[in-house]
């Protein structure tokens, strides 16, 4: 303990250092257990108490007798059913004042009185009574959830207008009153995560009373819940009994056992019903689905531990170094090694213990704050005021680790310091260790071995040298592996001639391995989800990138010198300082890795973070061909177009019907057992094109309007990448001539089943459809339509080609797109006889929002205002329901969405920079009090007091900067891989943000060194002569 | 030839001693309770062309006495000219440029540079003169080789024996032709034989530089006697000065 006192200030580093690796331990485990947790909470209690729904996309609506078939039912597989409701869910649009509107508003009509199914809650946690509050008589009272208050400015009491569908797709308005407001993130109405965050909810025989007659009794959902295990079922819907590795939960196969007998028992009432387990899904998908999103993160995690326990090993051996001399005085009078061994230890584990115990008390808050910004990011319900849910596991890992990491890097040094040659540490001689025969054989023995490891690896993958096995990314690391190791091997063996040149073939091995796949396998790839390769490479590219640096540091230091040597002034100062780096090779080669990493990671994230953001925003401005607004009518109309033509500022405008409709991605008939509901179909946006709008001329040239495609087929067009824009426009045209040519139905097949009779089954002649990022091109999609001979069912075979037209915008982007044949045999089009959808082009700019938003909404005051005699809203007697979006702002604002993942990930490399500081500063404090003496013996000498601090700063700015290049580089090298390979764009550099961080390390570095070696400096030389460690 | 910095030239001052000491007081942690009166109004001259001992108990004053005169550390009161400086009246960075030019120390511990070679070590205080490293290397070569150490020029100093660290210690300090040589126990870690060569060296250094002072603190008798005078110091003060040659 006097040890640990007398050393207070080298001791209270050692412990910052280790609390700054526990707490980064206790922060990032959480942070990874935080994905997991934070949306499988939120997909697992987004469901709230329901745990089986049924829905029919084919006919939307249907009869609510079909719950007492249910309920009725006396099938074991239902027994323990305790709720069972309906309701019809859809999206409204809410005209909140004139001309305003909100047309994406989740609309949920319920049964008021099944309290199984939870219940809601107002913003002071309060019930509110749904049965008494929906059941006013008068003007339809409705409850909104607090996003919604406060997007649309409503207040309880306030009315708006809405539109209820009339079960056939006609909009009928009704006025409502808002009674109450109610907490999205608690209880029963919670909001689904990847849902427009709005909704209003209201009595589900307000909303049947205006539809038409024969489907006053229709609904559109049916919610099952069952018996938990607590009310005598076998079902657990607590978020800790879900085992998100396992994928299953007590009462999982009870549900699908229910799920089989509820669609054999719906069979003949409703053939094309869906009904699933969101829970049984969300169980086996978390997962999946978060896998890349987690492999990401603890590839950070890794990166983030290794530099913590980077630091942890170098604040350890500069323990042990300055101990030298003490350890040989000890030994001197007598100590045995075993006993100097178990005194550092002692001491070294006390000084950790602390160091641990203090890390948790950091990291918990800092695990907290990380939780909540991984809620916050994804929308996670209780973001703000959720306290996170540390796992014990998290923290008693994360303790041990960083205890036991400790005790480990204190050992090693410890047993080593304590064998050291006495004569020479009392003489102040670094020890020496002389290679005798055994350790050279032992060396040959570890080359040759690394080498036969390598080759058998390899054997494992097969025909290496073939380019095929590179296609399949799972096979690149086990070649990468096994190259690595045999070229190492080698690399060992010719050390045994020529240390260097030796060492230098394995760095450039390890090195070169990471860039030749980066920049060649990867380019090939073509199957396989590639885990850990990423991992690996990075591995790669940080100790080859260490390794050149410190087997070449001799060369290095020395041409470093001689350019100082240029400089009168500081010739001697270099010729100190570059020898001392030499001195200190392994500690600087430590403490350069920890800013490769760091640098590495954060260079990556900003690098990707601005490549995504102007590749994708400026890409879409040429893509966008001009277009600035794009309008959504809830009414279609042929006026619409006419009408948006006269508003000032509009040059142009492109009309289409667009529809939602339900795609499936497998043949649906009922022998097909690749076809999984739950995963083959999707409801798709369909836009018709027409020829005489898209290309007026006949001629495809300057006047038309082209849709620009992607990714193309290699059946019909020669596929091509990295095209120029100008080719992809000109093979766009070839596209659109080839889209628009006749075509003809062909039957394909005919299926009779027992269950649901006769379905034909006919193609299309070919490519009708231009597909988008779910249905690619060349792929099979199968859609609901009228056949030529009255089949049911019609099978459009075959993507043309997928666009890419627009994007990610809602309402456009990512939408199939069909010839007006196929448009005309799609059931939703008998309802949308006139234009819905409107492509704005105005004179402003694509980036000039202001004006275009004031267009924008001139358009929408134009069509909606129903207080205007001369809208178009008051002269059809209904509500138009006309929605604007400005493309530009979609595109940044759908991309910000994404770059909050970025951002994220910018903090948390970014909490690498502060350990590189700290390090930083750690080890520049520590070095200056080891270098006392010396520093009193240049000031004896006739260094002055800036030469002495130019001394440190050179030598921390000189670690710092070897950090700056290696990582830097690496950092670009590998974003412009995973640029280039993965998100198949330009890559974009960050001047700027590279700018700040070199910035912020020569600046750690410049503070670090000034604030000791100036205080050194001051110190009187003749004391610091007689400084002993 | 000396570099850019200017630099305090010694004055003239042929017919004066080279060091004047008067009154000097050094107290460490000065008016706290734990102070200590160390040096107590120390007088005496050191005229240039001689080699001074100073003799004394351990704990009685001398390396401080040596420090104060070197410029290492600051004295309480009284003053020390040296070359007709006083150096209490300089500054800091005129005190490092002082000692660059006019003062040489050496150690009992040799304090070398352990990551430099004997000729870097030797080179050091030329470059920070201003030498060219060219001129620098030969400068330290030719002094080495005087030194007996022309084969061991490129060793480090954990690769010597005690005696040849001290004769590089000693070149270090002689190779800016100091007027000053101060050696805080030169050969206390040296056997007999090697300080008898130790002393050899300063002499013929004082012998060749008659413009040169030496001043060495020692505990032994033997060195003692081989210097042109003894100053012995007892409880911070001056117990005898006795001139032998």
């Known amino acids: ?1029 | 030839m000396t570099g850019t910095i200017t630099r305090l030239k010694l004055k003239n001052t042929e017919n004066m001693p080279l060091i004047r000491v008067n009154s000097l007081d050094k107290k460490y942690n000065e008016g706290k309770n734990n102070e200590v009166h160390v040096l107590k109004s120390i007088e005496f001259d050191i005229p240039r062309g001689q080699m001074i001992a100073i003799m004394g108990p351990s704990g009685c004053g001398k390396t401080t006495l040596l420090n104060v005169v070197g410029g290492l550390d600051k004295y309480s009161s009284g003053s020390i000219n040296i070359g007709g400086n006083n150096i209490g009246e300089i500054s800091e960075r005129e005190m490092t440029n002082f000692r660059l030019d006019n003062i040489g120390f050496i150690f009992q511990l040799f304090n070398l540079f352990d990551s430099q070679t004997a000729l870097e070590n030797v080179t050091l205080p030329l470059l920070l003169q201003g030498y060219s490293p060219d001129d620098a290397i030969e400068k330290a070569k030719m002094m080495l080789q005087e030194v007996g150490l022309g084969d061991r020029m490129n060793h480090l100093p954990g690769e010597l024996s005690g005696g040849q660290q001290q004769r590089v210690a000693i070149s270090r300090a002689l190779i800016t032709e100091p007027l000053l040589i101060l050696g805080d126990e030169p050969t206390g870690d040296l056997d007999s034989e090697t300080s008898a060569d130790i002393m050899k060296l300063f002499q013929r250094t004082i012998r060749e530089n008659p413009q040169m002072s030496i001043v060495i603190v020692t505990h032994s008798q033997t060195i003692a006697e081989q210097c042109d005078r003894i100053l012995r110091i007892e409880h911070g003060k001056v117990a005898s000065d006795e001139v032998l040659k």
């Open chain 1, 1 to 1029: 303990m006097k040890s640990i006192l007398r050393r207070k200030q080298k001791n209270l580093l050692t412990v910052f250092s280790v609390t700054l690796a526990v707490a980064l331990l206790v922060g990032v485990g959480a942070a990874s257990n935080g994905i997991y947790g934070a949306f499988s909470d939120s997909w697992w209690g987004l469901n709230a108490d329901t745990d089986i729904t049924i829905e029919d996309p084919s006919s939307t609506y249907f009869p609510s007798n079909i719950t007492d078939i249910i309920s009725n039912s006396a099938d074991p597989n239902l027994s323990t059913l305790n709720g069972i409701t309906q309701s019809i869910e859809t999206y409204s649009n809410v005209l909140y004042s004139a001309g305003k509107i909100d047309a994406k508003v989740s609309m949920y009509a319920i049964e008021t009185d099944d309290p199984q199914f939870g219940q809601y809650y107002d913003m002071k946690g309060k019930v509110i009574d749904i049965n008494s509050t929906l059941n006013s008589q008068g003007m339809p009272q409705v409850i909104i959830n607090n996003e919604l208050a406060i997007s649309l400015d409503l207040k309880i009491g306030d009315t708006f207008q809405t539109t209820i569908d009339n079960g056939q797709g006609e909009p009928v308005p009704m006025t409502v009153k808002v009674a109450d407001i109610f907490d999205a993130k608690l209880g029963r109405g919670r909001e689904f995560v990847f849902r427009p965050a709005s909704r209003y909810v209201i009595n589900i025989a307000q909303v049947q009373q205006k539809m038409i007659d024969g489907m006053k009794d229709h609904i559109n959902v049916i919610r099952l819940s069952f018996k938990q295990i607590s009310e005598g079922g076998v079902l657990s819907r607590n978020i800790n009994d879900l085992d998100i590795n396992k994928q299953t939960f007590p009462g999982k196969e009870m549900l699908e056992n229910a799920v089989d007998t509820l669609k054999e028992m719906l069979s003949e009432r409703l053939p094309t019903a869906i009904v699933r387990s969101e829970r049984n899904v969300a169980a086996e998908n978390i997962e999946e689905n978060l896998r890349g999103l987690v492999g990401v993160l603890n590839l950070f995690v890794f990166m983030l531990n290794l530099t913590a326990l980077l630091l942890i090993i170098n604040v350890q051996a500069m323990n042990f170094d300055d101990r030298s001399y003490q350890t040989a005085v000890l030994r001197a009078m007598g100590s045995s090694r075993g006993q100097i061994f178990r005194i550092f230890l002692i001491e070294s584990s006390i000084v950790r213990v602390i160091g641990s115990v203090f890390g948790l008390l950091v990291g918990l808050p800092y695990a907290d704050w990380m939780q909540r910004t991984i809620n916050a990011l994804f929308e996670m319900p209780g973001a703000d005021e959720a306290k996170a849910t540390l796992s014990q596991s998290v923290i008693t890992g994360a303790f041990t680790l960083g205890v036991l990491l400790s005790v480990i890097t204190a050992a090693i040094p410890a047993w080593a310091a304590s064998g050291n040659s006495i004569t020479e540490e009392l003489r102040g001689i670094k020890s020496t260790k002389t290679k005798n025969v055994s350790s050279r054989w032992k060396i040959i023995f570890f080359g040759v071995l690394l080498i036969i490891v390598g080759i058998l690896n390899a054997s494992n993958v097969g025909e290496f040298w073939k380019v095929e096995v590179w296609k399949n990314i799972d096979n690149h690391t086990p070649i990468i592996t096994s190259f690595g190791l045999s070229l190492s091997g080698i690399g060992l063996l010719v050390t045994q001639f020529n240390k260097r040149f030796g060492l230098n073939i394995s760095a450039i091995a390890i090195l070169g391995l990471a860039y030749f796949d980066m920049f060649w396998g990867l380019t090939i790839v073509e199957e396989g989800d590639g885990n850990n390769l990423f991992t690996i490479l990075l591995l790669y590219m940080i100790i080859g990138s260490a390794m050149l640096v410190i087997v070449n540091f001799e060369a290095i230091m020395g041409t470093i010198n001689k350019i100082f040597f240029i400089f009168t002034p500081l010739r001697a100062v270099s010729q100190v300082t570059t020898k001392q780096l030499i001195k200190k090779k392994s500690r600087a080669t430590l403490l350069f890795t920890i800013f490769t990493i760091i640098l590495i990671i954060n260079v990556f994230v900003s690098t990707i973070s601005v490549t995504m953001t102007e590749s994708l925003v400026n890409q879409y401005e040429w893509r966008s061909q001009g277009n600035d607004i794009l309008i959504n009518t809830q009414v279609p109309s042929d006026n619409i177009t006419a009408e948006i033509m006269n508003i000032e500022g509009v040059t142009q405008v492109y009309s289409f019907r667009s529809a939602m409709i339900p795609i499936y991605y497998e043949n649906p008939n009922t022998d097909n057992a690749d076809f999984d509901i739950n995963s083959d179909l999707r409801f798709r946006q369909v836009i018709e094109l027409r020829e005489d709008i898209l290309n007026p001329d006949g001629d495809w040239g300057e006047n038309s309007y082209v849709i620009t495609v992607e990714r193309v087929d290699e059946k019909l067009y020669e596929k091509k990448t990295g095209i120029s824009e100008l080719e992809l426009m000109d093979l766009s045209k070839t596209i659109m001539k080839d889209f628009f040519a006749e075509r003809k139905f062909e039957l394909e097949s005919n299926y009779t089943s027992a269950e649901t009779g006769d379905i034909k089954i006919e193609k299309f002649d070919e490519y009708m459809v231009l597909g988008d990022i779910f249905a690619t091109s060349g792929s099979d999609i199968y859609m609901q339509a009228k056949g030529e001979n009255g089949s049911e069912v019609v099978a459009a075979k075959q993507v043309t080609a997928s666009n890419d037209f627009l994007g990610p915008v809602d309402g456009f982007g990512y939408s199939l797109m069909v010839t007006p044949e196929l448009a005309n045999r799609l059931e939703v089009f008998d309802y949308i006889k006139s234009p819905n959808l409107f492509l704005v082009k105005t004179v402003n700019g694509f980036f000039d929002d202001t004006e275009n938003q004031r267009i924008a909404l001139s358009i929408q005051q134009k069509l909606n205002n129903l207080d205007d005699p001369n809208s178009l809203s008051s002269k059809l007697g209904v509500l138009v329901g006309a929605t604007s979006r400005l493309i530009h702002t979609e595109m940044s604002a759908l991309w910000k969405q994404q770059a909050g993942f970025w951002d994220f990930l910018a903090t948390f490399a970014s909490i690498g920079l502060l350990i590189g500081a700290a390090g930083m500063a750690i080890i520049a404090m520590r070095s200056v009090s080891e270098r006392l003496r010396e520093i009193g013996m240049m000031r004896a000498i006739g260094f002055s007091r800036n030469k002495v601090v130019s001394s440190v700063i050179i030598e921390m700015v000189f670690l710092g900067l070897f950090g700056l290049i290696t990582g830097v580089i690496n950092g670009i090298l590998m974003s412009y891989m995973f640029a280039r390979n993965i998100f198949e764009t330009r890559m974009v550099l960050p001047y700027d943000i590279l700018g700040a961080y070199s910035a912020i390390i020569i600046g750690v570095a410049l503070i670090s060194a000034i604030i000791p070696g100036v205080r050194a400096s001051r110190i009187a030389p003749s004391q610091a002569l007689r400084y002993t460690g």
